[in-house]
């Protein structure tokens, strides 16, 4: 039996913006990938574990900014699992 396998090259355009703060050991990432089909957003906060927490927002001041909040597990692997979005009114 003989078994024929084709390759398809799929053009993908990528990009990316990152940033880390080495004071606060704080850092963000986003990522897009598209290909013919669909268009994908990713984005990564990492924060250390020690902080409790770890925050990006948006604007210049925490009034109508849009927030995106990590917060630790209860585990002990040190990841973080909880992720909140919150714009704070005032």
Known sequence: MIL??????????ASYAQF??????????LSTTQNETST????QVS?????GWG????????????MFIIYPSSR????FEAF???IRDS
Do not use: C, H, W
């Open 20 to 29: 880390f703060d080495n004071a606060s050991k704080v850092g963000f990432a």
């Open 47 to 51: 924060a250390p574990r020690q902080a």
């Open 76 to 79: 002990s692997n040190g990841e």
């Open 4 to 13: 024929k396998y084709a390759v398809i090259a799929v053009p993908v355009l």
């Open 84 to 86: 909140s979005v919150r």
């Open 40 to 43: 994908d957003l990713r984005f």
């Open 55 to 66: 925050a990006v927002g948006t604007g210049y001041q925490m009034d109508g900014s849009l």
